[in-house]
């Protein structure tokens, strides 16, 4: 089985998947929906993609900076503009590229996928920045 990982760009609003060269896989357009057919067609967006519910999802986040847009030493505070990027792993959207013709990628609308809940809080009025529910 193959790994994936989505990853989720600053305003929730892309997805990026990460996976080789699509351009590599020969395979025809029945076999593209019938691969979307049986990974999306029971997909819950309300339910974490995980086997085991009970189990924890590990959701990797990392904020990137772009630019800083205030210092002040008088204040001691600073003001940055950045995003966050998300990533974590899918268990129900992993497949086998050998029952898919070589499919490795699959291009989903970030509608259609889990996402997790995240909170973003100013570092100054709380010990953590972002917090995923």
Known sequence: MSYKHFCLASSLACLLVCFPDAAS??????????????KLDDYDTRIRPLKNQSAAIYINTKFVPQSLLEFDTSEQKFSMLGYFR???RDE??????????????????????????????????????????
């Open 25 to 38: 896989s020969s395979a025809d357009i029945q076999t593209l929906k019938s691969l979307y057919r049986d």
């Open 92 to 133: 129900v959207l992993i497949w086998n590229p050998d029952n898919y013709m070589g499919i490795r990628v699959l291009n989903v609308p970030i509608e259609q996928m889990w996402k997790p809940s995240i909170i973003i809080l100013k570092v100054s009025d709380c010990l953590f920045a972002c917090v995923c529910v």
């Open 86 to 88: 998300i990533a974590w």
